[in-house]
């Protein structure tokens, strides 16, 4: 009896095995360049991690909206059996203060930090690849930099949608009389053409040859200290020298019978994801169907975004300065708690704040899978597109805006409409609150899906509803990642920016019902599901990405 049981469970076991394990690996980047880059590195023998630092450089080069060396992110990894986060995200400079964005009269000076100077915080790329390295690398670190040194040196061709990218930035600084340096390097990048930055290429050089030392001391540190003090920025020496990326828990959470790891504070975006998939879990059995994208569906979805960005603002920052709840936020009374509040059938009043400014969100996402099974989920970015506008003289890569992300004032909304208070106010060294969420889903162990999104606040929202599609409604990755999704997060009153294609007559019920409707695109998502051990891939249409499974 005994025997025959244990049979049973190897049985199990094995089935377990062929089901999940893959022989395959797949890439879902952003752009083609950092796809065959990442591709030749695991061709090469690299791993997952490997793959993923040699994209990460490859998008500071071909990707500049988000891409970046000038920014920072998260790495979400699972190697092995042990996972890990690399928190790489930016820090607000020493002499940052609580108050640096306010007037004489205690009022925002709107735009101080998101264009020029200001804007940026300590960038924590550098560092941030060099400890992933470090930890779970396999190729050498000159060899994983020189794709990008190559693309810097070379040229790259401009794909159109940068083209159209770059010069609707340069048109839209001139039209606001924005004093930033960005036409100086990339005017030239015009639809395409052969695009060369023989600045930038030297500083990959340097990290190449040096790693962080390349970047955080030596030539480049005086390139951006030296800018800094031409334009009364306040990067020093000593904050550079400071910059350490650190490694953190990921967040990990059952929900349906997979096991979620995603990310911590100082991101909101895995508290947020693993708040709207658990409280959807408990409300959707109260309903006897669940329609995909259908008005119950959007509006239960926008009931649960209303208490998911209240609890942002009031709790979530960086956990080095501020006590977050991580575990009483996501703990399952608590979910019930939330659930219980969730009005089925009319909005729940919002009190009235004015509406935060939107403008055009990047960042930038990459889901990389190993043929051993090892994945990186890395979302990365400088804030806006094209970051701060402002390119380092000589260093040749652009500064990120994400001073932004904290709250310059309670009840003032960022560029993202979203507001904060003490948790996500501005000090020295502290890191701004981010919706980055890099997500990885598990089944006994085996990777079942890695997801993730550039857009603001609007990740959280890409990130859930991609797991809700391949999972609870069972699409593919092509399916999944194309599907039309909707947002609302508490503010602006009672609004939903929804994706074109959203159903006219969804769209006429949410009205009915209150709702005002916005349509209006958020990021593309960068997806990779492993369906009983073959591997899908899949880059939103609406980029310039480029997926592969091989
Ligand atoms: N800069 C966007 C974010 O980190 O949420």
Do not use: C
Not at 162 to 173: D, E, N, Y
Not at 295 to 314: P, Q, T
Not at 350 to 374: A, C, R, W
Not at 391 to 407: P, Q, R, Y
């Amino acid at each position: 009896m005994k025997k025959s049981l244990l049979g049973i469970l190897l049985l199990g076991l094995v089935i377990n095995f062929t089901t999940y394990a893959s022989e395959q690996a797949a890439v879902a980047m952003p752009d083609a360049y950092s796809a065959d880059a990442a591709k030749a590195i695991l061709e090469k023998g690299g791993n997952a991690i490997d793959a993923a630092i040699t994209a990460q450089f490859v998008l500071a080069v071909t990707l500049p909206e988000a891409g970046n060396i000038g920014g920072g992110g998260f790495m979400l990894v699972k190697k092995g059996d042990t996972t890990d986060f690399i928190d790489y995200r930016e820090k607000a400079p020493l002499t940052a203060h609580r108050d640096m964005y306010l007037d004489e009269n205690g009022d925002v000076i709107r735009g101080l930090s998101v264009y020029g100077i200001l804007a940026s915080g300590v960038p924590g790329t550098v560092s941030g690849m060099w400890l992933a390295h470090q930890k779970h690398g396999s190729l050498a670190w000159n060899d994983l930099v020189q794709p990008a040194v190559d693309l810097a040196e070379n040229g790259f061709i401009v794909h159109p949608k940068l083209g159209r990218s770059v010069a609707g930035f340069i048109q839209r600084m001139k039209a606001r009389e924005i004093n930033v340096n960005f036409a100086d390097y990339f005017a030239d990048a015009k639809a395409d053409t052969l695009f060369k930055q023989p600045e930038l290429a030297a500083t990959l050089k340097r990290i190449r040859d040096r790693g962080p030392d390349g970047f955080y001391k030596g030539e480049t540190a005086d390139q951006i200290v030296a800018f800094m003090s031409k334009h009364n920025g306040l990067i020093s020496h000593q904050d550079l020298a400071m910059y350490q990326a650190k490694s953190r828990q990921p967040i990990r959470d059952k929900w349906q019978q997979y096991e979620v790891l995603t990310a911590p504070p100082p991101s909101s975006g895995g508290i947020a994801v693993l708040q709207w998939l658990k409280i959807y879990e408990q409300v959707r059995s109260s309903y006897k169907t669940m329609g995909h994208n259908s008005a119950d569906y959007v509006h239960l979805l926008a009931e649960i975004g209303k208490r998911v960005f209240a609890d942002r603002a009031a709790y979530l920052g960086d956990p080095d300065f501020y006590p977050v709840p991580v575990q009483d936020l996501i703990a399952d009374a608590y979910i019930s708690q939330r659930a219980a509040q969730i009005n089925k059938t009319a909005i729940s009043i919002t009190d009235e704040i004015d509406p935060g400014l939107y403008e055009s969100e990047e960042t930038t996402h990459f889901s990389i899978v190993d043929k051993q099974g090892n994945a990186v989920s890395n979302t990365t970015t400088i804030n806006l597109g094209f970051g701060s506008g402002m390119v380092v003289e000589g260093a040749g890569f652009i500064l990120n805006d994400e001073m932004d992300d904290f709250s310059a004032k309670p009840g003032v909304a960022n560029v993202f409409g979203a507001y904060g208070g003490k948790a996500n106010e501005i000090q020295p060294q502290k890191r701004m609150l981010s919706s980055m969420s890099p997500t990885i889903l598990l089944k006994d162990n085996n990777v079942k899906l890695v997801t993730g999104s550039p857009g603001g606040t609007t990740i959280i929202t890409s990130v859930y509803q991609s797991i809700l599609n391949a999972i609870e409604f069972d699409m593919t990755a092509e399916q999944a990642v194309n599907t039309p999704r909707f947002h609302h997060q508490l503010w602006p009153k009672d609004t939903i920016r929804y994706h074109p294609n959203l159903s006219e007559s969804v769209i006429e019920k949410l009205k009915a019902l209150g709702y005002t409707m916005q349509e209006r695109r958020f990021g593309d998502l960068h997806m990779v599901i492993n369906r009983n051990g073959k591997l899908e891939a899949a880059s939103e249409a609406s980029g310039r990405g480029k997926s592969i499974v091989f």
